[in-house]
């Protein structure tokens, strides 16, 4: 640390200046290679696409309109085609939650059996963990598609393909959760005797569950999309409705009209409320 | 409310019996009223209907086609040809050349060895099947009587049934139909017959170790690259198509994802309390970030593809739209947090604005930004593969179009198996960059 003479002092600036250009090289390299790949994806992904886009770009509020416009012509009878579309949005959002339920449930058994220090069988947490990554890697129009061809179509199938990838999703999130708990109210339950599942429900659940809370409603928002997507591939609720409306083309726009409203209210309202009780839960009321 | 500002301990004692008693009530409530919502559920899904509509022997179909395939041996009974062919298809039909070996084809007869010691043996209109541990079954038909068969047909297994036009016999290694125009034999094998090399490709039945390193099997052709070619271009399985699939699902991914973060990257600013110019531009870029996400890929897709057409590019569009609108929240939720110090600290050397955001605000914000855009390009190639079913895309394009056929399900469970890979080699990958990018590993 003696020698601060002017001389190291610029050898130690000309150190850092060729740092700093080389880590210039590199950042705007890896920028170029960058843009070089959108490029190039977007180019081909263009080429690829039945219609172009520049050709397509000018079209793209057409279908917006022409719904609009029609539904606006007909508009003495949207109350009623929301009123009628209201049955499959129940199903659709009654989907979405049994499938959080379910789902929240194996979720929660699963994350006790993979974290380390609840686990009550140690060499299996390896095996729990990868089951939970094949559950969140498996999407949930496989699981759909196969059980719609084994149950016929309608709620159940969508319910357990969702339920099924929320296992996974949420097991993760459960045990990242878990792994921040106490260990001590687990030992202290220990010392008395408790057998597991009393101290999971005693000594684990009381701290963690309003984390687990905030993220099952996070992913209930998420399963209410995914039902409705699902409806689209013929498990029923509002997707089914959307397509029936959609595909029969003109002269039935103002009953898609009625089934995107509801939609995109729904979305919005579970959006807002779920975005609200967890901000409420995190910082407390007062906020 | 808590146990502390109780006054006398007669009071902490009624308090807490009062709190505990809550509590207590909680604890049973809860599962109380989710077992009262599956109760509804039960009714308003109609559970005891889906018994009656399932179908388990579509079920069964799709378990054994998953892991075994079956080669149709057919002999047409109004002009006596024999064809034989993996699962009916016309690309995998055997000709005289290459039967395979547990089928010799007579002038007059043709002899089925099956693996569980039984055999068939079809002899112009007579069908002889010898079922190990049953014995023998001998049918026949002809044009003016039917189908008759040797059994007493007052007494016949559930495997076996029996009308005047058709007798159809199931065992687990074979299936007999026969009526009055063909005599059908359908051998189950395990594993995925033709997965390699289709029939019409010199190299098929050959081992690896023989391709690898034995004679050139093609004399035209060096037998590593005219494998290579024939096993790409295998008109059955697809491989090429399917790789191709595979990776315009990953594009889509790609091109949503990032085109999303570029465009809510400068927006997320104006939504920012803290760097906003105006009340109203913030209010305005909430809202829109609000409708992007509240509008939902599926509508979005549905949208995207009347303008621009099935394809990648409107799936990608399709999760660039929804995206951009759950990345300007979060990352206008990032910019919040900024620490103010490091951007009076650029300011005070001099710095204009576009140089206090680069080097005030930009490190700051990066590793945040960074870590939610690699987690959504994982989520979103799942995405990718669902909106490629509707829009017509990538690996959901193949599955949805493999399912509807409703027979090839081991081409459904290859696929199945593919996105299941695609998914976890995407997750890891964004986890190794994640913490190369972010802790510089």
Known sequence: ?287 | MSLATAATPVEMQSKATTLIARKRLVTLAVPLAIFAYFTYIFFAFDIIGLRERARLDNAVALVSDTYSYKTHVERNNRNGEIEISVEGERKGTYDATNYPSWVTVGEEVTQIALDDGGSIEIAGDIVRFDVPGFGLIEAMQSRSDGVSLNLDTADLPDWISYSKNRLTVATDAARLTLTKARTEVFVYEFGWELFWFTLDSPYYDHSFSEIAFGDPIDPTRSNLTGAWQDFWNNSIWRHSDVAWALFETVLMAFLGTFGAAIIALPLAFLAARNFAPLVAIRMAARRLFDFLRGVDGLIWTILLSRAFGPGPMTGALAILFTDTGSFGKLFSEALENVDGKQIEGVASTGAKPLQRYRFGVIPQIVPVLLSQVLYFLESNTRSATIIGAITGGGIGLLLTQAMITHKDWEEVSYYIILVVLLVMAMDSFSGWLRRKLIKGE
């Open chain 1, 1 to 287: 640390m003696a020698d601060l003479t002017a001389a190291s002092l610029d050898v130690t600036r000309a150190h850092y200046m060729a740092l700093t250009r080389q880590r210039r090289l590199y950042g705007g390299l890896m920028l170029l290679v960058f843009v070089l790949l959108m490029a190039a994806g977007f180019g081909i992904a263009n080429d690829r696409n039945a219609g172009g886009f520049l050709p397509g770009l000018p079209h793209i509020f057409d279908f917006p309109a022409d719904v609009i416009s029609e539904a606006w012509e007909k508009r003495a009878n949207l109350p009623g085609h929301l009123l009628r579309a209201l049955p499959a949005l129940i199903e659709t959002i009654n989907i979405a939650a049994v499938a959080t339920l379910l789902g929240a449930l194996g979720a929660v058994l699963l994350s006790m059996l993979s974290t380390q220090g609840l686990a009550p069988w140690l060499r299996l947490i390896p095996v729990f963990r990868r089951m939970m990554d094949l559950m969140r890697a498996m999407p949930e129009i496989v699981i759909a598609l196969v059980l719609i061809f084994i149950l016929g179509g309608g709620p159940v199938p969508a319910a357990i393909a969702i339920a099924f990838h929320t296992v996974g999703a949420l097991g993760k999130l459960f045990s990242e959760v878990n792994e921040n708990a106490d260990l001590k109210p687990l030992e202290g339950l220990a010392s008395v005797g408790a057998t597991w599942p009393q101290r999971m429900m005693l000594g684990l659940v009381p701290q963690v569950a309003p984390n687990w809370f905030s993220y099952a409603l996070l992913r209930f928002e998420i399963n209410i999309r995914a039902s409705a997507i699902l409806g689209f591939v013929g498990a029923g609720g509002i997707g089914y409705e959307l397509k029936n409306a959609i595909s029969w083309g003109k002269g039935k726009f103002d009953e898609a009209a009625a089934v995107f409203i509801l939609l995109f209210l729904t979305i919005m309202v579970f959006d807002q409320l779920s975005s609200y009780v967890r901000n409420r839960m995190t910082y407390g009321a007062a906020k």
